[in-house]
């Protein structure tokens, strides 16, 4: 898992702008526990695709609410 968390953090440096690889670490990272980082790598998707109802969902899920 961290090795993929590495993967999506270095694609998301090289390319801000590719959703998959924001939505992927998003994943990754709250497969790992990773609450906070995961609910700001979604809210890092949204930036780029604002209706996204997959990272509103795990933003709802991640924050409680």
Same mark, same amino acid.
């Given at each position: 898992?961290? =090795? $993929?968390?590495?993967i999506? &953090?270095?694609? /998301?440096?090289?390319?801000?702008?590719?959703?998959?690889a #924001?939505?992927?670490?998003?994943?990754?990272l =709250? $497969?790992?526990?990773?609450? &906070?980082?995961? /609910?700001?790598?979604?809210?890092?998707?949204?930036?780029l #695709?604002?209706?996204?109802?997959?990272?509103?969902? $795990?933003?709802?899920?991640?924050?409680?609410?």
């Amino acid at each position: 898992r961290k =090795e $993929a968390i590495t993967i999506y &953090e270095k694609l /998301v440096k090289l390319d801000g702008k590719d959703k998959e690889a #924001q939505r992927n670490l998003g994943r990754e990272l =709250e $497969a790992d526990g990773r609450k &906070e980082e995961a /609910v700001f790598a979604y809210k890092a998707l949204l930036k780029l #695709q604002p209706a996204d109802a997959d990272a509103l969902a $795990a933003i709802q899920r991640l924050s409680g609410k």
